[in-house]
């Protein structure tokens, strides 16, 4: 399926979210360096000690940081279920990311005027909260206007542009930092949600729909049908893992820099690699998951999602890292849009946000966690976050491996070892 063939519907959304990505990666990038640049004080908060469930614990820039990216991720996972929900129920997409997307444009503009600590986590948590009215609804949105023929192909049209900008977002960040400073910046999120928020009121509208039976039940289902763990909730897990290997690279940041003698830039290019690989090949891999089937590129992306996770330990220089990077985001491309489409050809009719909402809370669970983790795990050794999301990555091969089948219709059977029997 080519561009010319998609849904305009689905190419407005997958600018909306390239513009809105372009803001938000901006955040991860810049929150780090504006907290270390003593325009938010934080001195005061650095080496107390805290109780937490029994155990003392000492309060690092690194673990504020962590606190600061991970506060997004926990609101928006533990929000999507009752937002993915209601859209569902009323089959309002369109006035719920708009309603989402004013809240990030908001939150990303007062940065500049707060000088507190606690003010940049309350900031935080809004855009957590407006995540959680954009994501599910646009990926619900996006799913009600595919098929079981073309849906792996407008989720990989669709993350390309929103990878796109998440991509160059830091690139772009590291260069405005360091050449406007850090209310250039600030300025730069804004107008990524307005130029989002504009082009999805100019060009979208929800589709004519049935009205939905959804029930009020927002619980999730574990066990499957025909095996031990139900396939959607399978892929949630091991998209939390993913989400885990992606995000803790950020919490590191100034430790990273002075491990590998590099800049800001260098920071930059690394982060957005993993992003630059997704744009490379989700559209391909999207409409191979079509032909081919979806459990396939699952599996091979798992596989190479551990050991790239694990060398980015063990990397002693800029370039090297870059690729590791690079080879993650390739990783990730084979795993997220044959998941989504799993998750969509499973999802039952009208209930497309609650469904998909699964992956989307876990990969914001993920990239959550995994900041926070690294955050505190760093003080054991500057490999060890990474050794423990290998494992975390290792353990998810096994599970999609024995606890998900085939959902798609592939033109072309292809054989894999450790079949669950489908």
Request: charged share 15%; net charge neutral.
């Amino acid at each position: 399926m080519g561009l010319l063939d998609l849904d305009r519907r689905v190419f407005a959304l997958g600018l909306a979210r390239m513009a809105d990505a372009v803001g938000n990666s901006f955040l991860i990038v810049v929150l780090p360096l504006y907290l270390a640049s003593g325009q938010v004080p934080i001195e005061s908060l650095v080496g107390a000690r805290v109780s937490l469930l029994g155990a003392s614990l000492t309060i690092t820039e690194y673990l504020l940081v962590g606190i600061v990216l991970s506060l997004f991720g926990f609101l928006n996972s533990l929000a999507q279920p009752f937002t993915g929900r209601l859209s569902d129920r009323t089959g309002r997409r369109r006035a719920f990311i708009l309603f989402g997307l004013l809240l990030l444009g908001a939150a990303s503009g007062a940065y500049a005027l707060v000088s507190s600590y606690w003010l940049v986590v309350l900031l935080r948590v809004l855009q957590g909260v407006g995540a959680a009215f954009t994501i599910p609804c646009t990926v619900a949105l996006v799913n009600e206007l595919a098929t079981g023929h073309d849906r792996g192909s407008n989720f990989g049209v669709f993350n390309t542009f929103r990878l796109i900008g998440f991509g160059f977002g830091p690139i772009v960040a590291g260069l405005v930092v360091e050449a406007r400073g850090f209310d250039a910046a600030f300025a730069v999120a804004v107008a990524g949600a307005a130029v989002s928020f504009l082009t999805v009121w100019a060009f979208v509208s929800d589709p004519e729909r049935p009205e939905t039976a959804a029930s009020d039940d927002l619980s999730v289902a574990v066990r499957g049908d025909d095996r031990l763990l139900d396939p959607v909730f399978t892929l949630g897990l091991g998209t939390v893992a993913m989400g885990i290997c992606i995000a803790m690279f950020a919490t590191l940041e100034g430790r990273i820099n002075e491990r590998l003698g590099q800049g800001t830039l260098w920071f930059g290019l690394q982060f957005g690699a993993v992003t630059l690989a997704n744009v490379a090949f989700q559209i391909p891999i999207g409409r191979a998951a079509d032909r081919y089937g979806r459990r396939p590129f699952l599996l091979a992306g798992f596989c190479l999602l551990v050991p790239t996770t694990v060398a980015q330990g063990y990397v002693l220089s800029p370039a090297p890292m870059t690729v590791t990077r690079f080879l993650l985001g390739v990783a990730v491309a084979l795993v997220f849009a044959p998941s989504l489409a799993v998750a969509g050809d499973l999802a039952r009719e009208g209930e497309s946000g609650t469904t998909l909402s699964v992956l989307t809370m876990a990969f914001g669970l993920g990239v959550a966690i995994g900041p926070l983790a690294s955050g505190y795990l760093e003080r054991f050794g500057f490999a060890v976050p990474f050794l423990a999301a290998g494992m975390l990555a290792t353990l998810a091969l096994v599970l999609v491996s024995t606890q998900v089948g085939e959902t798609g219709d592939p033109q072309r059977t292809v054989d894999w070892p450790w079949s669950p029997g489908d």
